[in-house]
């Protein structure tokens, strides 16, 4: 499925997303921005509103399912959710290292599993650097 930014509040930060379900347009509508990709395994559209610490779980018809906390991770900043083709859920979250303690000698970002089953959604480190 193709979803795709509709609205900008600027250049560049997105405030609207849609897609085409069912042959009826779906739109959603934000105040802030947002960071939105689709899980093919989960059939659900992720929506991410960093400034409420949230994400969220839309059904294909626009409803939302279900939402949760965006995921911290101790020793590293969380730098939002990505398409990723390593991950059992098709998406990743990105966690860049800020302390020496953690991370791989060139300090790359990592990407972690999106998974509904772990708490706060983080699974495990998929061995994938940015």
């Known amino acids: 499925m193709n979803i795709e930014y509709k609205k900008y509040i600027n ?5 609207s997303v849609g897609w085409v379900h069912e042959e009826k347009d779906v739109l ?16 659900r559209v992720i929506v991410e509103l960093f400034s409420e610490n949230r994400l969220c779980f839309y059904n294909l018809a626009g409803a939302l399912e279900s ?9 590293y900043q969380y730098r939002g ?11 990743s979250f990105l966690f860049h290292p800020i302390d020496d303690s953690v991370g791989n000698k060139w300090r790359d970002t990592e ?16 061995g994938i650097y940015r």
């Open 28 to 43: 959603l509508n934000f105040s802030e921005p947002i960071t939105a990709v689709y899980s093919e395994p989960l059939d």
């Open 11 to 15: 250049e560049y930060d997105p405030v």
């Open 111 to 126: 990407q972690y599993e999106l998974d509904i089953r772990c708490n706060n959604f983080l699974g495990k480190n998929l």
């Open 81 to 91: 959710i990505h398409k990723s083709i390593g991950s059992k859920s098709k998406v």
């Open 67 to 75: 939402s949760g906390s965006l995921p911290r991770l101790e020793h």
